[in-house]
């Protein structure tokens, strides 16, 4: 990547009777990781007040170091150089995020019998193993002891989420066609560099931006048990 010119994902591939209400999709773009953090403090309000409905958003970071609430997370930032480095509420330790990664904050009113955040960072990795599937990498899973999406023992997918009021935030990053040298800079998620991955690294299909933000949309609404609207 860089992607090609933003577009409102389709439903068309969306199956299953409706459960929980819709999902929206925003497509953001490229933004800030800052801007976007306030963006989604606003948005998290806004659901809590009742005047959203659930709503992910679709977006790629310039580049930039985020640190979670993981106590050593900012001992394993090793060289950020002049990129930014932004401490943050969700869970989890270091990462990158940058050109060529999707990255996608849910903000979704947890509803009684679904107020889990385990159950939000499972319901999170079943969407991108399912999407790295339509991808021709119908090998990504879990790996046992560690959250995300792995294949063939690379780390894919990076999860981290927070919650207001039970409203989620926060999210996942996909590495599809990212420099993998960024990572170098931090020991990701705690771990070497050396386990990240990418769609493209891996002999994945990467597809078109529309394809992939439709794809994003259809398997998160789904694994949250919402329709894609």
């Not at 306030?38 to 992910?56: C, F, I, P, Y």
């Not at 979670?68 to 001992?75: L, P």
């Not at 947890?110 to 790295?132: S, T, Y």
Request: with cysteine; glycine share 10%.
């Amino acid at each position: 990547m860089p992607w090609d010119t933003p577009s409102t994902p389709s439903t068309d591939s969306a199956a299953g009777p409706p459960s929980r209400g819709p999902l929206l999709a925003r497509d953001l773009g490229v933004v800030e990781y800052t801007q976007a953090l306030e963006l989604q403090r606003q948005l998290v309000a806004q659901r809590k007040a009742g005047d959203l409905d659930d709503t992910l958003l679709l977006l790629e970071h310039p580049p930039v170091f985020t640190l979670g609430r993981r106590r050593t997370a900012a001992d394993n930032v090793l060289l950020p150089g002049d990129t930014p480095v932004v401490q943050v509420e969700r869970g989890g330790d270091v990462t990158w995020h940058g050109p060529g990664q999707l990255v996608g904050y849910p903000i979704v009113l947890l509803q009684p019998g679904e107020q889990d955040l385990h159950l939000v960072l499972r319901r999170l990795e079943d969407a991108l193993i399912a999407l790295l599937g339509e991808l021709d990498l119908p090998d990504a899973g879990r790996k046992e002891g560690h959250t995300g999406v792995w294949c063939r023992g690379r780390k894919l997918v990076s999860l981290g989420v927070a919650v207001s009021g039970w409203v989620t935030f926060h999210g996942f990053a996909l590495n599809v066609d990212c420099d993998l040298g960024w990572f170098r800079r931090i020991n990701p998620c705690g771990l070497d560099s050396d386990v990240m991955g990418s769609v493209a690294s891996l002999g994945g299909r990467v597809p078109s931006r529309d394809e992939l933000l439709r794809l994003a949309h259809v398997h998160v609404a789904r694994a949250f048990e919402r329709t894609p609207a």
